[in-house]
């Protein structure tokens, strides 16, 4: 038997969301699944901080292809956040403020530069990310 | 104080679903209310009916169904994490539903608070 | 806000990442494995020491009881609490930042 | 040459299960022969009949049926974590088999060489 | 269905089988999984060696009380590991050496002693342990 | 004995657990995350300079692609295979130790 579908007041509502992916991809599914949940908070028009650090950096990194390995290749989808920061930014009749952010010293542990991610991100440094993420309302993290 | 939970992992390998559930028991002891635990990745395994842990050992699934019940605690599972693994509604544990992606967001704007177990 | 780790600090990461990113003052919970940090004289025991100049620490109770850690080998300044002293944590300091 | 193959992740949350696909295949199409791959742990997962992935990801189920009825591979899921995590004969996928963890144990003694994928 | 049983033969074959545990009990479900594959091997009289190495040790901890987590506690169950091991070393009919493992250098940095576990155990530092390692037929990890 | 580590070695101990306990000579396997050990001028670039004066090392290729690593990143002495190099590792050293 289904249950009934219970639903809250979240009219009028705009919250900090922040959604923290600290994991690399494909070696668990944590990042595709964090992309589906950030994906759907945009039809909520809610602020949202999608925050890569430590191997989370490695989810947004250019040229993965996973014919050999036989999964879904995810990396795509980060366009569509991208869009969304986008449309977030351009229509003024939204309240809705959308960062996408990589850690500085977890891309340069790495080996990585800006220049090797799919998207554009805004590159901050531990000490100001501390301080961004301090304000949030809700953190997600996977 | 109003809140919201959202659990990542099964009910044995990790101790993700034992620690979020002491902790709704201990909110709604403390007088607040949990509005909805939302079962996430792995944590939809949470929801499997036909999980027999041994006798000497805690059964998380049928614990879950029954706070959800006694306290009116939304249990929500996600409907496509559930789909890949195998968790639909003719396995579906006593007081829990399916449901959107939509319903974590939800809870996250509704209640004061969201706190996240998992691995 | 208020930061949980739950992670081992001799296994992973999640101890270094939250104290790169969390801002002073804000509180630790240490839970499940992460309470292995909060021992005395161990390999981590320096670096906790060092945090603990900048986060007030609490740890799990019922978790150390579980890893079969004494109360007196936690180490001094760090608060043991139960599952109601965490949602106590949650009520006072507002969004949790889980270092999963 | 001889292996055996143990997994101790489900076919989602962790890869394990998909490199100990490939490393099986791999090792067929060398000429070897697998007698046996021991689902434990988590791995029991990989047995649920009733996963529905997404139509654009690989349906590891599926394929592990396939694999081990068209190469003889014996694909064994152990009935302690199985029933603890609600994997029985009802919703047991095609191909797959319950049994004990002695299963595990005797094609290590009677393999060549045992591979174990986890997390 | 059920399907047939399938039974390879192992008659009069003695393996060395090695099990390390390298995680924490209760944070994850590993030490006690492991646990139940130590114990059926005793009745195929297999060779064994037992290693706890890094969190692994923890698994063998005195006084773990699990009443306020509500788990089961299987730290007990130790003590049939070293029944079993009692049995093999008392047997002379039995070709059967089990051995019982802690990593000297793990239990080190845990600031933990031989004397912190619930079942006696060979401290032996890594080198050695190495060694003794490189000479196994099989090894599960869990 | 084969050797294979599947754990980002900037998130977990494996790696360290690997080198503190495989004799000299025995070669390394990094397969799934453990493959982000392999590329150059990382944070332990260092560490895996020196674990190559004792272990010959491979590496996964389907995991290096699955995860954007140009075969030009790996760094110098690391073998890349595939899945039947992994079998025929498997073959020709023996029992295999996975550092889970």
Chains 1, 5 share one sequence.
Request: a negative charge; one cysteine or more.
């Amino acid at each position: 038997m289904a249950e009934t579908e219970i639903e809250f007041d979240t009219a009028g509502i705009t919250k900090k969301f922040m959604y923290v992916n600290r994991k690399a991809p494909y070696g668990t599914i944590y990042a595709l699944e964090v992309l589906e949940a950030v994906l759907i908070s945009a039809a909520f028009e809610q602020h949202a901080c999608i925050v890569f650090i430590d191997d989370g950096v490695y989810q947004i990194k250019k040229g993965q292809n996973t014919d050999a390995v036989n999964m879904k290749n995810f990396s795509k989808t980060y366009g569509i956040i991208a869009m969304e920061k986008e449309d977030a930014d351009e229509d003024e009749d939204m309240d809705m403020v959308w960062r996408i952010i990589v850690e500085k010293e977890s891309m340069e542990a790495r080996g990585l530069t800006a220049d090797d991610f799919v998207i554009d991100v805004e590159v901050i440094a531990s000490t100001e990310l501390a301080a961004i993420m301090a304000e949030q309302e809700i953190v997600i993290s996977g | 104080m109003k809140f919201g939970i959202l659990v990542n992992e099964g009910p044995f390998t990790h101790q993700a679903s034992d620690s979020a559930y002491h902790f709704v028991k201990a909110a709604i002891e403390k007088g607040h209310q949990v509005m909805r635990v939302f079962f996430y990745y792995d944590g939809v395994y949470n929801a499997n009916k036909l999980s027999a842990p041994q006798s000497d050992d805690r059964n998380l699934v049928k614990m879950w169904g029954e706070l959800g019940s006694e306290h009116n605690v939304d249990l929500v599972v996600c409907i496509a994490a559930a789909l890949r693994r195998g968790i639909v509604e003719d396995n579906l544990a006593d007081g829990f539903r399916i449901s959107g992606l939509g319903q974590l967001t939800e809870v996250g704007i509704a209640a004061d608070r969201l706190v996240v177990f998992g691995d | 806000m208020l930061h949980t780790i739950n992670k081992s600090p001799f296994e992973r990461n999640s101890l270094d990442s939250c104290l790169r990113l969390s801002v002073k003052g804000s509180p630790i919970l240490l839970i499940e494995d992460g309470v292995l940090a909060a021992t005395r004289g161990t390999s981590v025991s320096d670096k906790m020491a060092t945090a603990m100049n900048d986060h007030p620490m609490f740890v799990m109770g019922p978790d150390l009881q579980a890893r079969g850690i004494a109360g007196d080998s936690v180490a001094d300044g760090i608060t043991v609490i139960d599952y109601g002293g965490f949602v106590d944590l949650v009520v006072e300091h507002g969004t949790v930042q889980s270092w999963l």
